[in-house]
């Protein structure tokens, strides 16, 4: 029953767009995140090339400058760094290298973590068996020698970087999927679709993929917190992204021994990866209702009774 | 006395001591990889000794410590050393690598166990509370605060609470070791990250299993009674929560650098940045022994865990 | 100011009674943890704070508060032989703290240990390119013959701590010496603590215990003493030195400077270098992202060392005068535009991110192409020591250099001869200067060195000289103690009073 919904949804592509932004408009929360999310997807397109000259010239005199200042251009309006830069147009023009590293370390653990625990669950002892104790060794090595082994051979980069990254963040994707997996594939509809003839790449994708989908968004949003905050911890130590390259979590690091005196420096950065986390986690959890065949009903209630 | 192979004891300890070869196999590669890998990453003698010190000095630092021979010499002395329990001895400290990190991986489990204790406890408390009414007023107020704890960064909450606590309001010590006061302001900057996370994911699992077809069978068949309903459906959700309770306690075990760095905590963390910075290459490889150790073993217990939740998974 | 007087000895008796408080236990908490408390590494800060002259005193000490030079120490005085050999004659009566005799046996073995091949001992690098021979002439009297003769072995000897005969010469982990304390804890990771002898030679000093902490973050050091937690933290960022009372800032003998790889293309050309010189504002620095107090340098040692020339001048901000200097150099075929690689050490001084940064835009502002890299401390070793890397390209890197000692001699081999480790460039011209200057004495020496300096300075345009640091230290207020420009790699409780 489950599949046949998806399929058709999938089917009435237009049907189902205009359904999902009638939901989203049901949701406020969602759809507050949403916009957020967008304008920060816009500015990571456009912040560089828009501010990147204001954002890097500095004025020693201005250093620390404080924020609420409206009598100055909007791009002061959250203060300076300790170089005089504005820390609001600094921040504009981190987004894309942000979202970059902690999109795709992200996306890449996620995608690869999943199919090897998909892959572990399902198939023969031995192979599971190998996958897992990969997944425990790469869990106990620690996160800072992958950092300097890959930063010192293959030199710092923010491709490499995020690859660093992705690494750490594999086996929380694998064993969380291959758990639900062990558990799933017991389940009468899974066993039904087996004794039906359906192949196993069929009952992997079309039957227990759906089912993880919902934790593995869960995880995949908080992941994005921690890899922009992990980041932040590498670049402090040297190993990471290094100025005259910004991301939020490198602007995080350098305002640290300010905190006591200039709180400002490291506050905003910080507050966008909040806002960001924050954002991504309502509008996945929206999503999970959206996309829930049983649960929707609330959603388009409500969008009834609003529209 | 073998009980016999397919008694539910024959088949726990078949699958622990399979579980144990494997990870036996995992360890050397774990350390195999570690050692060369290491290596390569630069010389300690240039470390050790101040940069004005001669090529003569930096040559004979290596030959003290065996550095100048090929990897693999080096490799094998290293091999035939471990077997008979001897883990070299620390560069920078001249003492045994072992005691060394044993030291302070003591702190670190400490630190670790009771942590996770607290997170687990309060975390599906809260998460199942959330789940139980979902979108409902409740469920936003620990969103909000479960997301907080999960994306601010802990310098800020350990620095602001040593400013408020310790210097103006004078209630605990700033840091360091001694009594058990000095372990509460590390512990509770500690809790707020896996709090957010675990609260989230028991949220959504919970979700999950309450519009189960198992838990709707359960309240078709007339159980009313809310606590059981919240069992069934708890014990369901449980499999993600474990998986990622283990995964945080895991980044506990391999140390929690920034608290052990500000409150200086001795815990096994700031070692290895130290040792991995310094290229002290026997601390690196004992320390990693030891934090894989306890997280294999940890994710040995998980996997029981789960076989214990759920009946049907048997591998 | 200087010496503790008898008045401690009078005192301690009463030690608990704070109507008497010149006497008491103190905490001190420091940056980075003393991994091993070895007499022969005591020239290593982490480790020279805590034991050098505490624990392991040495035959002669430096004067960093007042001008008199070479003090006596365990030696009571010294005379240069006619062969050019030293003779040094020791205090007697004077007891290591395991309850055995000091003699010129004690002495020799110290030395011998230093220079064995069975350790690593880091004081052997300060007799590089020469040999010494200690012997034994008396119970209380050594001879030195070095080979070739050394005007300064004496100040050379203030880093040589003295360990008893019996001490093998494995490194140790618990050191005896003839100092005014004993080490009675070591809990590693948490704390340290020397406790006052009876029996020490000298005066008995006003604290009778310390206590050593150690925290890497600074703000953390800073709320310690403010919350009592601690009483003296040596170095605390300058953003938390706001309390007049408690903190105070000192010349900490550290030098910033950007040493340039005169190798490559377009560094070799001198014109390009004064360029560098010339665009960069340092004064615009004081007062922003370097303390105010701080110093410009003009040299790579600071002022109180021999030989400092106060006639070099401070480059001055010139960004129109250094353009020009580029188009000449341009005009002659220099290829200026090729990107300059900055290497810097993340974390290596207060701000150095900023500061670099700043540089950089400096530097860019006047036409250079300029790249900046940070690296963990492995990597900038890499850079910045000798052998350096084939098919690089132009580098330039940023680095702290400590000389608290008093004499250039342990800089500027080093820093410029041709043979020096991290020296980027070779100039017969230099090499013969700091030679005739290493083996000279008195005026002759000092003015020697003044020459060094003023010609690498002005000529060579060897490097970009930038600051003379400063330290902040938070000193509880009831401790009477000024830090010095020494307090980097010595902490004498003896100079630390009670109110």
């Known amino acids: 029953m489950t599949l046949q919904t998806t399929d058709t949804a999938l089917a009435e592509e237009p049907h189902f767009a205009r359904r999902m932004v009638r939901m989203l408009l049901a949701d406020r929360f969602a759809l507050c995140a949403a916009i957020f999310l967008l304008v920060i997807l816009v500015l990571a397109i456009v912040g560089p090339s828009w501010l990147g000259d204001l954002a890097t010239k500095q004025n020693l005199r201005g250093r620390n400058a404080a924020p609420f200042d409206w009598e100055r251009g909007w791009v002061w309006w959250m203060g300076a760094d300790a170089l005089g830069r504005p820390l609001l147009a600094r921040i504009i023009v981190a987004t894309q290298n942000t979202l970059m590293v902690a999109a795709g370390a992200v996306a890449l653990s996620a995608v690869v973590g999943t199919v090897l625990g998909l892959v572990a669950g399902f198939s023969s002892a031995r192979v599971n068996q190998i996958i897992m104790r990969l997944a425990d060794v790469i869990m106990s090595f620690p996160s800072l020698l992958i950092a300097v082994i890959v930063l010192y051979i293959l030199g710092s980069s923010i491709l490499n970087l995020m690859l660093v990254l992705a690494i750490t963040r594999i086996p929380v994707y694998l064993r969380t999927t291959r758990a639900e997996v062990l558990e799933i594939r017991e389940r009468m509809f899974v066993q039904a679709a087996r004794v039906m003839g359906a192949s196993s790449k069929r009952i992997l994708f079309r039957h227990i993929l759906p089912v993880v989908l919902p934790t593995l968004t869960t995880l995949a949003t908080l992941d994005f917190a921690y890899v922009m905050l992990a980041e932040s911890a590498l670049s402090f130590l040297g190993i990471g992204i290094q100025p005259p390259e910004i991301t939020w979590g490198l602007m995080i690091s350098q305002g640290r021994q300010y905190l006591t005196n200039a709180w400002w420096l490291s506050f905003w950065p910080g507050l966008a990866i909040i806002l960001t986390t924050l954002s991504l986690n309502l509008l996945s959890n929206w999503l999970r209702i959206a996309l829930d065949p049983v649960q929707r009903w609330r959603l388009e209630m409500k969008g009834r009774k609003n529209g | ?315 | 100011m200087k010496r503790i007087l008898v008045l401690g000895a009078l005192m301690l008796g009463s030690a608990l009674s704070p109507a008497f408080a010149g006497s008491g236990p103190i905490k001190i908490v420091l940056a980075e943890e003393a991994d091993l408390l070895e007499p022969c590494m005591a020239t290593r800060s982490n480790i020279g704070r805590v034991i050098m002259q505490n624990v392991s005193e040495t035959l002669t000490e430096l004067d960093v508060r007042g001008d008199k030079g070479v003090m006596p120490r365990l030696a009571e005085k010294w005379e240069q032989n006619a062969d050019g050999s030293w003779r040094f004659h020791l205090r007697q009566g004077v007891k290591f703290s395991d309850g055995t005799t000091f003699d010129a046996k004690d002495v020799k073995h110290s030395f011998d240990r230093i220079m064995s091949d069975k350790n690593a001992c880091e004081s052997r690098r300060y007799f590089g390119g020469m040999t010494v021979t200690p012997t034994v002439v008396d119970d209380f009297t050594i001879d030195f013959k070095a080979d070739p003769v050394q005007p300064i072995l004496p100040l050379l000897l203030s880093l040589v701590t003295i360990v008893p005969e019996e001490t093998p010469l494995e490194f140790v982990r618990e050191p005896i010496g003839t100092g005014p304390y004993k080490l009675t804890n070591w809990t590693p990771g948490q704390q340290i603590v020397l406790t006052g002898r009876e029996d020490y030679w000298g005066a008995k000093p006003e604290v009778t215990e310390a206590t050593y902490l150690f925290r890497a973050d600074p703000s953390v050091r800073a709320a310690m003493v403010q919350a009592g937690e601690a009483d003296l933290s040596p170095s605390i960022s300058q953003l938390d030195a706001t309390n007049p009372a408690t903190d105070f800032s000192y010349l900490d003998s550290e030098t910033v400077y950007l040493r340039i790889d005169h190798n490559i293309e377009p560094l070799n050309d001198v014109r390009v270098r004064r360029a560098l010189n010339l665009a960069i504002d340092r004064q615009a620095f004081l007062g922003t992202l370097v303390p105010d107090s701080a110093l410009l340098a003009t040299a790579i040692v600071p002022p109180p060392t021999l030989g400092w020339n106060p006639d070099v001048k401070v480059f001055p901000y010139d960004p129109d005068g250094a353009r020009t200097l580029l188009e000449e150099a341009k005009a002659d075929g220099v290829k200026v535009d090729t990107p300059i690689t900055i290497i810097a050490r993340s974390a290596n001084f207060p701000n150095v991110t900023e500061i670099m940064e700043a540089i950089q835009a400096q530097l860019q502002e006047v036409g250079f192409k300029v790249e900046l890299k940070f690296v963990e401390v492995a990597e900038h070793e890499q850079y910045y020591s000798k052998p350096f890397k084939e098919g690089r390209g132009p580098q330039i890197v940023a680095a702290m250099h400590d000389n608290s000692k008093g004499d250039p001699s342990f800089s500027m081999f080093f820093k410029y001869a041709t043979e020096g480790t991290q020296s980027g460039f070779s100039d017969p011209k230099v090499d013969d200067l700091i030679k005739r200057a290493s083996a000279a004495v008195g005026d002759e020496r000092a003015k020697l060195w003044s020459e060094v300096i003023a010609y690498v300075h002005d000529e060579v345009v060897a490097d970009v000289l930038l600051f003379h640091m400063v330290g902040f230290s938070r000193v509880s207020e009831r401790l009477d103690f000024k830090p010095t420009m020494a307090t980097n790699g010595t902490l004498q409780l003896s100079e630390i009073k009670i109110k």
Not at chain 2, 293 to 306: P, V
């Open chain 2, 1 to 315: 006395m073998i009980p016999p192979p397919d008694s539910p004891e024959g088949a726990m300890l078949r699958f622990i001591r399979k579980r144990a070869v494997a990870s036996l196999i995992s360890l050397v590669g774990l350390i195999v990889m570690v050692f060369f890998l290491s290596r390569l990453t630069g010389d300690p003698a240039a470390l050790f000794l101040p940069v004005e010190a001669s090529a003569e000095m930096k040559a004979q630092f290596r030959e003290l410590h065996g550095l100048n021979d090929p990897l693999l010499v080096q490799f094998a002395r290293y091999v035939g050393d471990v077997v008979t329990g001897d883990f070299g001895e620390s560069l920078r400290k001249a003492r045994p690598a072992l005691d060394v990190v044993l030291e302070a991986f003591t702190w670190t489990l400490w630190l670790a166990l009771v942590t996770m204790t607290l997170v687990t406890g309060a975390a599906i408390v809260v998460g199942s509370l959330a789940a139980f009414r979902a979108g409902g007023f409740f469920d936003r107020l620990s969103s909000v605060i479960s997301l907080l704890g999960a994306s601010v960064p802990d310098f800020w909450v350990a620095i602001v609470a040593i400013v408020v606590f310790s210097v103006n309001l004078a209630w605990l010590p700033t840091s360091g070791t001694g009594s058990l006061l000095h372990w509460i302001l590390p512990i509770s900057v500690l809790f707020i990250r896996p709090f957010g996370i675990i609260v989230q994911v028991v949220r959504g699992s919970m979700i999950g299993a309450l519009s189960s077809a198992y838990v709707k069978t359960a309240r078709a068949k007339g159980v009313k009674s809310g606590p059981i309903i919240f069992v069934h459906a708890l014990r369901n959700a449980m499999l993600p929560v474990i998986t990622v309770i283990g995964d945080q306690a895991a980044s506990l075990l391999n140390g929690a650098v920034i608290i052990e760095t500000i409150f200086g905590f001795p815990g096994v963390g700031k070692l290895m940045i130290d040792s991995i910075l310094q290229r002290d290459f026997n601390v690196v490889l004992a320390a990693i022994l030891v934090t894989a150790l306890a997280i294999f073993l940890m994710n040995l217990l998980i996997d029981l865990a789960y076989a214990l939740l759920d009946p049907r998974i048997r591998h």
